[in-house]
């Protein structure tokens, strides 16, 4: 696995000056909609902003700013996105008896919003499913590359050890670009490129040799089709 960007420094200085814990998962999501998402051309003025500039492709949108102001812009992104995912988690434990987890509470809010704007656009939005995970070898979403139909990602959630024992909750998340190139981002540390037609591999190598007793619960693939001519 080959390290692309470090932003460790940069993202602990930026936890520590909002007193928060962490927001990986609002990281990953942010992430994974900027390379997956179509956006639209936005008006500016009197011109389209991006009329004389092509799309970037998708693993061009995958990597992270190098500068550290808009590494923090993308932070701020990210835990505003945290933020919004753990009021509607509160929310839903104070409105229903059925509580749902973190988990399925995100998505069934992700695919209700992005059906409701699919029908406005007309542009094919994302799509969001979660699944239970034993093995991190058994993760499907780094396989859904294969399908020339769609583009998307995945994210991972596990359990690990801290100090004294404590048990934590943490969120990674990868793209997969072709069979041999998928690149992986783990907030606490940066942006990586799998090296190997095994992804799943390298990443479990990866968070094994980072965070003690690691223990996959779930992932979440994000897919979009694509508007083929």
Known sequence: ???????????????????????????????LGDIIKERPLQH???????????????DKKALLPAEAARQRLLFERAMRKQKNYVRRYEENHLDSFDALTYDEVTVNYKNARQQAKEKITGIPGLHYSLSERSDFMSFKGMESYRD????????????????EGKAAFHAVAA??????????????????????????????QFLSGKYRNVL??????????????
């Not at 500016?44 to 998708?58: D, Q, T, Y």
């Not at 997969?176 to 992986?184: I, K, L």
Request: net charge positive.
């Open 1 to 31: 696995m080959i390290n692309i960007i470090s932003i460790e420094k940069n993202y602990a200085s930026f936890l520590a000056e909002q007193q928060a814990k962490g927001c990986c998962f609002g990281f990953c999501l942010t992430w």
């Open 216 to 229: 996959p619960l779930s992932e979440i693939t994000i897919s979009r089709r694509l508007q083929i001519a």
């Open 44 to 58: 500016s003025g009197r011109w389209l902003s991006g009329w004389f500039s092509s799309v970037p492709s998708a």
């Open 175 to 204: 793209f997969r670009h072709s069979e041999f190139e998928a690149f992986f981002l783990d907030p606490n540390f940066g942006l990586f490129k799998t090296v190997s037609k095994y992804p799943m591999l390298e990443i479990t």
């Open 148 to 163: 020339k139909k769609t583009i998307s990602g995945v994210v991972i959630l596990f359990r690990f050890t801290k100090g």
